[in-house]
């Protein structure tokens, strides 16, 4: 069976949004994996992979309608901070943390180029 493990995001800005990203992923547990030719940066996490790049045809970054990442977590409170980083960093609230479904907890946000992320919890 297949398994999703990566997202990658672009940006018109990569200096602001490799900042962003450094912070915010550095609280949930990934670290810089190397910094690709585009001007973005991969990240790692646990057997998974992030991405903010610069986009391959050279046109400008453009935001996905319908298009959105979510990073799993073991705890509410997980997802709990890991939104109110996104937040404190710039992000935009798309969706304040709570149970969206019986045993789904989500809360989104939109980062500072308006691509659309979530953290959830399921169980």
Do not use: Q
């Amino acid at each position: 069976m297949a398994k999703l493990n990566y997202v990658t995001v672009g940006s018109n800005d990569l200096p602001k949004a490799k900042a962003f990203y450094d912070a915010l992923l550095a609280s949930a547990g990934f670290k810089p994996l190397f910094d690709h030719p585009s001007g973005g940066r991969l990240y790692r996490g646990d057997g998974c992979m992030f991405g903010v790049l610069g986009p391959h045809d050279g046109n400008p970054a453009c935001v996905g309608n319908g298009m959105m990442g979510g990073f799993a977590f073991d705890t509410t409170a997980e997802v709990d901070a890991f939104h109110a980083k996104a937040l404190e960093l710039g992000a935009v609230c798309e969706g304040a943390p709570g149970e969206r479904m019986p045993k789904a907890y989500f809360a989104y946000f939109r980062d500072l180029d308006g691509n659309k992320l979530c953290g959830y919890k399921l169980g």
